[in-house]
């Protein structure tokens, strides 16, 4: 008999965590669905001796979320019917998304549906996954509805991945920077403060201020230290807070540079949400309303409530854009294209397919700047050092010539 540790669901939502006794994996699922449960991560109750890495490792990110929605849409679109998709994926998978599936799973026999269950459910998802599900079951094309939010999350993986993979090397080359920069303070110029000695009077400017402040961080490095981990705590807490970042995303948006890009990217997810959905059946002013559910900034999001006025007295939805939000020229040309000729799903998913483009070329411009920016910024400060050891050394000589 081996032990082995399991999450299980009782009838009533609960997930309880604990050990049980069992020959193997299937001796011991068998035991508790025997006790009424309904287990969904059963293993061996092995110690690494590192336990958080574990959790490092089960952490749920964007890829898993964005393959759990394509595996639902395919399910679907094979004909499986809701409740038994639901049940399969729940057997596989990530653990938290099988644990989620059961609750889903169990919504959907309490009568829920499934856009209420997802929105209850999946607070870490997209917002447009819960509203592109309501638009699915409203037109009868469900699996249509998942798998175009799946190629949506698909599609914003592959941007953010691209950017990670840009800023990789500079950020090695800061954290590199960094410690070179607590070497030289911590050992290298204290071995040159010992030749100088105390008198710092007839030394250079930049010699005084580099031996200065190498003093002030051997004596309070551990205060240094302990602000650095205060600091990086509270901007980690400030990326959590909804509001924070609300409050971020608007000064973001009054930036030369980002306040452009940001401002195309919140278009591009506005044009494929509002041509998803009225490929999917809906009419106009339903699709603007759920389109604009999915915009996050408030600059554009007072745009589109002056357009939507627009549209409601009558006017057409490329002129009420280009006044309520500046549309380019270009993308109203489109837009009015689209309209006359029954198109305009077509033309607003090709719109948002060219700002994706755009935002895309666009972002590796912005990252292709940080690899010469963090060279500059480390040859600044170590040259700043080496050069105030240098002349102080220096200064200690006098030549006649």
């Not at 689209?338 to 397919?353: C, I, N, T």
């Amino acid at each position: 008999m081996a032990d082995y540790k399991h999450k299980s669901m009782k009838s009533d939502g609960v997930v309880l965590t604990g050990r049980i006794e069992a020959a193997n994996e299937r001796d011991a699922y068998r035991k508790l669905v025997e006790k009424g449960l309904e287990p969904f991560f059963i293993k061996p109750a092995t110690t690494t001796g590192l336990p958080f890495l574990g959790r490092l490792t089960s952490r749920l990110n964007a890829k898993a979320r964005a393959r759990y929605v394509r595996q639902m849409a395919t399910l679907l679109a094979a004909g499986l019917p809701l409740l038994d998709c639901m049940e399969s994926l729940s057997r596989n998978g990530h653990p938290e998304l099988r644990a989620r599936s059961l609750k889903i799973r169990q919504g959907l026999r309490a009568g829920e549906r499934l856009s209420q269950a997802i929105a209850a459910n999946m607070p870490d998802f997209p917002p447009y996954l819960s509203q592109l599900a309501e638009l699915g079951e409203q037109t009868g094309g469900l699996a249509d509805a998942l798998s175009d939010a799946a190629q949506r999350m698909e599609q914003e993986e592959a941007l953010r991945r691209e950017i990670r993979s840009a800023l990789t090397y500079p950020a090695f080359l800061a954290a590199t920077g960094v410690a070179i920069t607590i070497f030289m303070f911590l050992v290298v110029v204290p071995q040159f403060e010992a030749m100088i000695g105390d008198d710092y009077s007839k030394l250079p400017l930049i010699s005084k201020m580099v031996l200065s402040a190498s003093a002030v961080f051997r004596t309070h490095t551990l205060a240094i230290g302990i602000g650095a981990i205060v600091l990086l705590s509270g901007v980690l807490g400030f990326t959590r807070s909804r509001d924070a970042r609300a409050r971020f995303k608007a000064l973001l948006d009054r930036t030369p540079v980002v306040g452009p890009f940001l401002r195309r990217a919140q278009l591009a997810n506005w044009a494929r949400t509002m041509g998803i959905a009225m490929r999917n059946g809906a009419p106009l002013l339903a699709a603007f309303d759920l389109a604009a559910r999915s915009v996050t900034s408030p600059a554009f999001s007072q745009g589109l409530k002056e357009a939507r006025r627009a549209v409601r007295a009558g006017e057409p939805l490329d002129e009420a854009l280009s006044n309520g939000v500046a549309l380019d020229p270009t993308f109203t040309d489109l837009l009015r294209t689209g309209r006359q000729a029954a198109a305009l799903d077509r033309m607003l998913v090709f719109m948002s397919d060219i700002l994706d483009d755009d935002a895309r070329e666009r972002a590796k411009r912005i990252t292709a700047l940080a690899e010469p920016v963090a060279i500059l910024l480390i040859s600044l400060v170590v040259g700043t050092l080496v050069v105030g050891i240098v002349l102080a050394m220096t200064s200690l000589y006098q030549f006649e010539i």
